[in-house]
Structures are given as structure tokens and as C-alpha cells.
């Protein structure tokens, strides 16, 4: 069996047992809609990465990116891998997370140097990874290339470190998508997340309850690029979202208006 004839035999199955579940996806979110309309701001700040990804962010831009995070019980900070140390002292001490971003945000470069950056950052403080996918090689259908990908940063993380991997859906059609899903599953990895924030789009609660019903109910889906009220939240949590990437946490566990800028 050829690579077409692959992905064509598991986009398909996949995509057969997403219609046969779509009665009860239906169902499942409007007992979903019903519990999420109840959460406040403060319930949803224990599922945000509280993000900070700009090329020209200042010491003190990190410095309050930290106290906020404290200060709102976000889940975790998410910083470029050359902050994690910075950062990781700036929060010793508190509950909340490190999280590094590898790859960022291209996901182009060699997997061996992905997975030295991720054993460097978890070697300064990092506690979760949010790798960047192989895009090109995914849309050039060389699944074994992405899933290896994957599989490097898997074995460049420790054993309790949380492995997220980005999937750019804005580049992506629907079966690329459930194919990146597929291949992170199958990689070990702990999250699916749909955006770098830096390419077309963000997240969608379409592309939400796609990535849920194609990795299923254990693994983690994070929703990250453009959400930035306590309703965008809301939305993405009831279509199956399990963390929130955004850098307008403050916004919106305040609900103060922001503009989301990485």
C-alpha cells in the first residue's frame, strides 16, 4: 500500500466513525453548552497557558507576564525556549507551569535539533513542550517524516514533562487535520493544539470538535489562536477543549476588552 492509498485508507475510517458519532457528539455538546455556561472567569484560569511569544518582548514584559500568571492561578506561562530560565525563576515557588514552545513557529527545522532545544528547555525549568508539526511534510503526504518528528521531541522530553504538539490548522484541509491528530496520538504525544498564533487563523470550534472526536476522550486538545473573551472560552471548551493558549488571559478572567498579541 502506497502513502496515498494510506491516507486515503485512514482518513476514511476515520472519518466513517466521526458520522456514525455525530448523533451523539450533538447530543454530548448540548449537555456541554449546559455546564459551560455556568463557568466564571475564575473556574476557566486553571486551563489557560498564559502566553508571551512576541520576537521583541522586554525582561519586563516577561516579569508581568509571571505576576499575572500568579496572581490569576493561570495553569502555566508559555514562552520561547531562550525564557524558559528567566521565567522558571520568576515563578519558583508557585503552582504555575513553565511551558516552552519548539519549533516555533515554523516547525521546518530538523527534528534532532527540536528535540536538543526541548531537552535544553526542560533542563532550564520547562514542565510542558508545545512542538511545531513538520507542516510541509504533512501536505506532501511523508507521514512517516511527521510522525518521527513527533517522536524525537517525544524522547527528548522527560517522563512527566506534557508533550503538545501544534498542528497549524489554518494550513490544513480536514483530513490533513485528522491526520495530524492521528500521528500525535500514535506519537504518544499528551495534547493536540491547533495554532502557532504567527500563520493563518486560530482556533475554531469546528476544528475543535474535529481534533476531539478524531483523538477521542483521553487525550488533550488545546485551543489556541484568537481566543480572547470568557465566551470564545466557553465555545471552544464545550466543543472539547481541554487548555487554552492565549495571551489575553488577564482579559479574560477580568473581562476587560484585549486585542490577543503573541
Known sequence: MDQKELIEKITNEVMNRIKDELEIQKQDNMAQSAQTDGLTARDVAGLIDHTLLKPDATEEQY????????????????????????????????????????GFPLGAMDSRTKAFETRRAIEEGAQEIDMVINVGALKSGNLKKVEEDIREVRRGC???????????????????????????????????????????????????ALMRRTVGPKMGVKASGGVRTLNDVKLMVAAGATRIGASSGVAIVTGQTSVESY
Open 158 to 208: 522527560q517522563k512527566n514533562t506534557i508533550l503538545k504538539v501544534i498542528i497549524e490548522t489554518g494550513f490544513l484541509t480536514d483530513d490533513e487535520k485528522i491526520m495530524a491528530c492521528q500521528l500525535s496520538k500514535k506519537a504518544e504525544a499528551d495534547f493536540v493544539k491547533t495554532s502557532t498564533g504567527f500563520g493563518k487563523g486560530g482556533a475554531t470550534a469546528g476544528d475543535i
Open 63 to 102: 516579569d508581568k507576564l509571571c505576576e499575572e500568571a500568579k496572581q490569576y492561578d493561570f495553569c502555566s506561562v508559555c514562552v520561547n525556549s531562550s525564557w524558559v530560565s528567566y521565567v522558571a525563576k520568576k515563578l519558583k515557588g508557585s503552582k504555575v507551569k513553565v511551558c516552552a514552545v519548539v
